[in-house]
Every structure is written in structure tokens, then in C-alpha cells.
């Protein structure tokens, strides 16, 4: 099968299109036709290694697992938890291949009105956003920094479904867009900082990473949370990068009053069966700015990295 592969850590130019076995499925494991995958922040992370601390996670010297990607939709061929023809999307390591076998615990039957390429901008991202808003009550304010990102565009959706409030932060390119998710307040960065406008927030969902501790709390209401899960953008390699606000986060937690929270989501088969039902509820979708052929997976890292990217960009594996 044909794989995107990285023997070492660099720029995306280090990526090459190569042919390698196709996996076997162990046990509670099933092997899927990739139809298509989709690109995160975390995929530039595994890509350079960085912040140099991440590297703790995806190996020190060179990747653990040499195929990228990990946001996949496709068609079952064999293993446990499913039929073979069954149309799935998941998540796990190596998704940047015409093949994945993955365990079937993270893979869930795919929305029936999604196309494979939707399907699979969901996993991490639509998850990530579930998460983050499963406490949310009706009538509640969120601010999302990070709202056109991959993960930002769920959240406004997923808020508005709970009956949120949401004020959404974004660039000027992406007002309209974020506007039309269902944001009532859009905040363009470029023209207005969102910690100067005395509005306080229920809940703070920080998506990027690049404002301080305190101007965050700046906007979080009395009682409110403060939710990190920024995944920043790649600015020429990092000892810290966006887990410094994690780390600056938990030495002051103790010290005030202000609910400050990790965000972690892990992959999970009900979290999967969730969203598919929101999406085929009409509550939530996926907004895509490009698509790639697999091949052309550098290109695709390049644009992403580059903070062009609106929403998700998605790589056609098996059109």
C-alpha cells in the first residue's frame, strides 16, 4: 500500500509517498480502506518534533510510528466490532495510508450524510470540541479563541446546539465564515483584543496558545472556566511552544480561584456514535478549505503550517 513516511523529524519537505506492507489487524483491531484522512495541529507536531517536549510523546530521536496522520474515514475490510462494506471514521496512528488498522474501539459507524472527506475532518477535532462542551448549560457565554481552526469550527457549532452565547475570535477572513457556523459575537483579532473589552465569559475555550494566563482570566466571568487546548502554530522550533501556557496554567491553579482546565480528549467509539448522531441531527458539520490527494500530503502539511488554513484540510486517499 501507498503510506506518507517520516523516518526523522523536519519540515514537510522530509515527507515521502512510499509503498509498504499493508498493516494486519490483531486482536480487537480492524483494518479499513482509508477513503480519506484529514490534517491537525498535532500532525505538524509529530512532523518537527515540536515543541521539543512533545517529543517525550512521539519518540526522542525519531517518530515512533513513521506513518502520519491519525483522522481517517473509510471502509471496513476485515476485524472485530464491524462487517466488511461498513462505512467508518476514527482515529489512530498511521492514517495517512490507503490502509489503517486501528482498534475498534476507536472506530464508530460514519454520519450517513457526511462524504468520506467530512467524515474525516471530524474525529479529533469534532471530539476535541465535545469534550470541551459536554458540562455546557443552556444560556451560557463562551468565548472561543480559535474559532476558524479545525477544532474552533465544531465548538461554535457544538456551543450553539447546547444554547450557548458564543463569542468567536478569528481573523478578518474568517468572520463570515465563523458568522454563519451560528457565532453571535465574531471578535477579529486584527481590529480588537478580545482581554480589552471588559465582556466576561462563562467559559474561555482557548484553541491557540498565544495569549497570556492573564488575559485570559481577563474575560472569565466570576465562577467560570478557563479550558486549554491550544495547539499553536509552528514559529521555527520550540523548548515549550503551547505547553507553556499548560505549564504557567498548573503552577498558578492552587493559587487562585479560577477553574482552569486540560483539555485531553481521548478517542472513543461513544464519542464517535455522539457526534455522528449531531451531525446527522443537522447540528454539526465539517467545513473543509482544501483537499489533497495523498501524494501531495507535503503540500498539504505546507499549507496548514503556514496558518492559511481556514477549518480543516483533508488528503483523498482512496477517491
Same mark, same amino acid.
Given at each position: 500500500m501507498k503510506a506518507i513516511v517520516q523516518d526523522?523529524? $523536519? =519540515? +514537510?519537505?522530509?515527507?515521502? #509517498?512510499?509503498?509498504? +506492507?499493508? +498493516? %494486519? +489487524? !490483531?486482536? $480487537?483491531?480492524?483494518?479499513?480502506?482509508? /477513503?480519506?484522512? =484529514?490534517l491537525n495541529a498535532r500532525d505538524w507536531h509529530a512532523l518537527r518534533g515540536d515543541p521539543y517536549l512533545s517529543r517525550l510523546t512521539f519518540g526522542l530521536r525519531r517518530p515512533k510510528a513513521p506513518i502520519l496522520g491519525t483522522d481517517f474515514a473509510g471502509v471496513v475490510v476485515s476485524g472485530e466490532g464491524f462487517e466488511p462494506g461498513d462505512e467508518v471514521y476514527g482515529e489512530h496512528d498511521g492514517a495517512f495510508a490507503e490502509y489503517v488498522a486501528a482498534p475498534a474501539k476507536v472506530v464508530g459507524p460514519k454520519p450517513a450524510n457526511l462524504t468520506f472527506e467530512q467524515a474525516a475532518a471530524m474525529p479529533l477535532a469534532a471530539n476535541t470540541a465535545l469534550q470541551g462542551l459536554k458540562d455546557l448549560d443552556k444560556g451560557r457565554s463562551v468565548l472561543i479563541n480559535g474559532? =476558524? $481552526?479545525?477544532? !474552533?469550527?465544531?465548538? %461554535?457549532?457544538?456551543?450553539?446546539?447546547? $444554547?450557548?452565547?458564543?463569542?468567536?475570535? #478569528? =481573523?478578518?477572513?474568517?468572520?463570515? /465564515?465563523?458568522?454563519g457556523l451560528g457565532a453571535d459575537r465574531v471578535v477579529d483579532y486584527r481590529k480588537q483584543d478580545f482581554a480589552t473589552t471588559g465582556e466576561r465569559h462563562d467559559l474561555v475555550f482557548d484553541l491557540v496558545g498565544n495569549r497570556s494566563l492573564g488575559d485570559l482570566r481577563k474575560v472569565l466571568a466570576p465562577g467560570g472556566t478557563l479550558l486549554i487546548s491550544g495547539g499553536g502554530v509552528y514559529e521555527g522550533g520550540s523548548l515549550f511552544g503551547p505547553i507553556g501556557l499548560v505549564l504557567r496554567s498548573q503552577l498558578v491553579r492552587p493559587l487562585i480561584k479560577d477553574k482552569i482546565q486540560l483539555l485531553g480528549a481521548k478517542p472513543s467509539r461513544a464519542n464517535f456514535t455522539a457526534l455522528r448522531e449531531l451531525a446527522e441531527g443537522g447540528d454539526v458539520t465539517s467545513v473543509i478549505d482544501r483537499t489533497y490527494p495523498l501524494e501531495e500530503a507535503a503540500d498539504a502539511m505546507r499549507y496548514l503550517e503556514g496558518e492559511h488554513a481556514r477549518a480543516k484540510v483533508v488528503l483523498t486517499v482512496n477517491p
Amino acid at each position: 500500500m501507498k503510506a506518507i513516511v517520516q523516518d526523522r523529524y $523536519g =519540515s +514537510p519537505d522530509i515527507l515521502e #509517498c512510499r509503498d509498504v +506492507p499493508t +498493516p %494486519v +489487524p !490483531g486482536p $480487537g483491531e480492524v483494518l479499513v480502506k482509508v /477513503m480519506a484522512a =484529514s490534517l491537525n495541529a498535532r500532525d505538524w507536531h509529530a512532523l518537527r518534533g515540536d515543541p521539543y517536549l512533545s517529543r517525550l510523546t512521539f519518540g526522542l530521536r525519531r517518530p515512533k510510528a513513521p506513518i502520519l496522520g491519525t483522522d481517517f474515514a473509510g471502509v471496513v475490510v476485515s476485524g472485530e466490532g464491524f462487517e466488511p462494506g461498513d462505512e467508518v471514521y476514527g482515529e489512530h496512528d498511521g492514517a495517512f495510508a490507503e490502509y489503517v488498522a486501528a482498534p475498534a474501539k476507536v472506530v464508530g459507524p460514519k454520519p450517513a450524510n457526511l462524504t468520506f472527506e467530512q467524515a474525516a475532518a471530524m474525529p479529533l477535532a469534532a471530539n476535541t470540541a465535545l469534550q470541551g462542551l459536554k458540562d455546557l448549560d443552556k444560556g451560557r457565554s463562551v468565548l472561543i479563541n480559535g474559532a =476558524s $481552526g479545525g477544532v !474552533g469550527t465544531f465548538a %461554535v457549532q457544538l456551543a450553539k446546539a447546547r $444554547g450557548a452565547r458564543v463569542t468567536a475570535v #478569528c =481573523s478578518t477572513r474568517n468572520a463570515e /465564515m465563523v458568522a454563519g457556523l451560528g457565532a453571535d459575537r465574531v471578535v477579529d483579532y486584527r481590529k480588537q483584543d478580545f482581554a480589552t473589552t471588559g465582556e466576561r465569559h462563562d467559559l474561555v475555550f482557548d484553541l491557540v496558545g498565544n495569549r497570556s494566563l492573564g488575559d485570559l482570566r481577563k474575560v472569565l466571568a466570576p465562577g467560570g472556566t478557563l479550558l486549554i487546548s491550544g495547539g499553536g502554530v509552528y514559529e521555527g522550533g520550540s523548548l515549550f511552544g503551547p505547553i507553556g501556557l499548560v505549564l504557567r496554567s498548573q503552577l498558578v491553579r492552587p493559587l487562585i480561584k479560577d477553574k482552569i482546565q486540560l483539555l485531553g480528549a481521548k478517542p472513543s467509539r461513544a464519542n464517535f456514535t455522539a457526534l455522528r448522531e449531531l451531525a446527522e441531527g443537522g447540528d454539526v458539520t465539517s467545513v473543509i478549505d482544501r483537499t489533497y490527494p495523498l501524494e501531495e500530503a507535503a503540500d498539504a502539511m505546507r499549507y496548514l503550517e503556514g496558518e492559511h488554513a481556514r477549518a480543516k484540510v483533508v488528503l483523498t486517499v482512496n477517491p
